[in-house]
């Protein structure tokens, strides 16, 4: 194997060819879930602030009357840009951030995954805490209606 010398890290440590470019053609979950504010963290916002502009129009549009309905269609793009993002973060984020060595750069998008994961499964948790108790409320306005037998 050849190896080569990456400007990108600090300490000018020899880099095997091949194991940087396995390393960057993995999938970046912290740039597919954390999208702008990871590209803050790892100095590609430039390639990450779509995302807040499909974020924006979509809130926009599910809080104006009649236009909800065209708020839905970001949806497709923000998972698109999300997924597109997963796939090429790994190497926005070697190109414009130095790193001091192959491994420091890994453990920090492995943090990065971490949060990312973190943030998914708390979300689920809410929403599934949130549809108990409408459910739950729910069933007690049914039942002070008498709508549950007698």
Request: hydrophobic share 50%; with cysteine.
């Amino acid at each position: 194997m050849e190896n080569i010398n990456n400007s990108e890290i600090n300490n000018q440590q020899t880099v095997n060819a091949a194991e940087l470019e396995t390393e960057l053609r993995k999938f970046n979950w912290g740039a597919c879930g954390c999208t702008w504010m990871w590209g803050l963290g790892n100095g590609s916002f430039n390639k990450t602030w779509h995302v807040l502009i499909v974020q924006g129009v979509w809130i926009l549009m599910n809080y104006i009357p009649f236009l909800n309905i065209l708020g839905l269609l970001t949806l497709p793009a923000y998972i698109g840009l999300m997924i597109y993002y997963g796939f090429n973060g790994n190497r926005w984020a070697f190109e414009n951030r130095a790193w001091w060595s192959l491994e420091d750069f890994t453990a920090t998008q492995r943090r990065w995954a971490i949060v990312t994961i973190t943030v998914l499964c708390i979300t689920i948790l809410c929403v599934i805490i949130g549809i108990i108790i409408f459910f739950v409320a729910f069933a007690a306005m049914l039942s002070s209606f008498g709508a549950f037998g007698k």
